[in-house]
Structures are given as structure tokens and as C-alpha cells.
């Protein structure tokens, strides 16, 4: 009876552990996300003739891709807001890449109009 009374403990105890680690994680990966979102911010969206680029580091080069993953276009970077010209992009989404002086990159998903 005490065996039986202890593996029941032991169970109840490696259950509740590991489902305190996969919230963990979970909430782990969503406080990546919310801290990519502030790292890089693009406006006006929906994309203009001109935009704005705003990184909370000094930005070192910008690329665009294409949604099908062909690169389209590239820019120096040199500061923490770049203002880009989009005027000879056609509508559609695309993907920009930013590398940072400290060597991290973030990507982020813009739409032109």
C-alpha cells in the first residue's frame, strides 16, 4: 500500500512538473515573438512610395525579397531609422531582411500597395 501510495505521489508530482515546463516554453516562445516585433518596425503599412525603417540597434545593411525568395533589392544601413524609397516596387509581399552591426538579423513581412 505505501508503494502504491508513493508512485501515485511521484506521478502526480512529474505531471505537474512538466506541465509547469511546457507553459514555460510556450510562453518562452511568445516573448520571442513580442520582442521581434519591437526590434524592427516598418511604416506606413501598407507600403507607399517612401517608408520608414526603425531598429532598436543601428541598422548595418536592408535586403528585400520577393515572396518567392528572389532578392530584389539592398541597402546600406548607418543608424537606427532608414527612410527607403518603394516607389519601383510593384504590389505584392515581400520580405526584408535587416542585419544589425552586432551581426543579429530579423525579418520581417511588408505589403506594398
Known amino acids: 500500500m505505501k508503494k502504491m501510495f508513493f508512485i501515485t ?4 508530482l512529474l505531471h505537474v512538473a512538466s506541465a509547469h515546463a ?3 516554453s510556450c510562453r518562452q516562445g511568445i516573448d ?3 520582442e521581434r516585433n519591437r526590434i524592427l518596425k516598418v511604416y506606413p503599412v501598407p507600403l507607399g512610395a517612401q517608408c520608414t525603417i526603425e531598429g532598436i540597434r543601428s541598422m548595418k545593411q536592408l535586403a528585400l525579397y520577393s515572396i518567392a525568395g528572389q532578392l530584389i533589392k539592398t541597402w546600406q544601413g548607418g543608424g537606427k531609422r532608414v527612410l527607403l524609397t518603394a516607389a519601383d516596387l510593384s504590389s505584392g509581399t515581400y520580405l526584408l531582411r535587416v ?3 552586432d551581426g543579429t538579423c530579423v525579418s520581417k513581412l511588408i505589403l506594398k500597395q
Open 9 to 12: 505521489i511521484a506521478g502526480v
Open 22 to 24: 511546457a507553459a514555460h
Open 32 to 34: 520571442s515573438v513580442l
Open 99 to 101: 542585419s544589425f552591426d
